[in-house]
């Protein structure tokens, strides 16, 4: 059984950071791209940053220089490391496993930016 579990959110002030695990099992996490996306209520889904097989790493202007995506393939883990917080990225935040052929989603954990 594939999953995709997320961890880390939590309740955080501006400024403030966070660091998200997202966990594989089932899976070879190592030929997947992953991605992270987010979404705030009443808002669609937006995507935050990704991470492909080879490492290559890319990220909106939303979140570019304040998000870092790093994967640990003997871990199974890919990690988002969130910095300099602000009030508008809080969301529940998921990723999303893609081989090209599969596509797999976490459960999401929220992330609340709030003083």
């Known amino acids: 059984q594939v999953q995709l579990v997320e961890s880390g959110g939590g309740l955080v002030q501006p400024g403030g950071s966070l660091r998200l695990s997202c966990s594989a099992s089932?899976?070879?996490?190592?030929?997947?791209?992953i991605r992270w996306y987010r979404q705030a209520p009443g808002k669609p889904r937006e995507w935050v940053a990704t991470?492909?097989?080879?490492?290559?790493?890319n990220y909106p202007d939303s979140v570019k220089g304040r998000f870092t995506i790093s994967r640990d393939n003997a871990k199974k883990t890919v990690y988002l490391q969130m910095m300099s917080l602000k009030l508008e990225d809080t969301a529940v935040y998921y990723c999303?496993?893609?081989?090209?052929?599969?596509?797999?989603w976490g459960q999401g954990t929220q992330v609340t930016v709030s003083s």
């Open positions: 999303n496993g893609n081989n090209g052929f599969n596509d797999y």
């Open positions: 991470i492909t097989s080879t490492e290559n790493t």
């Open positions: 089932g899976i070879m996490l190592s030929v997947y791209a």
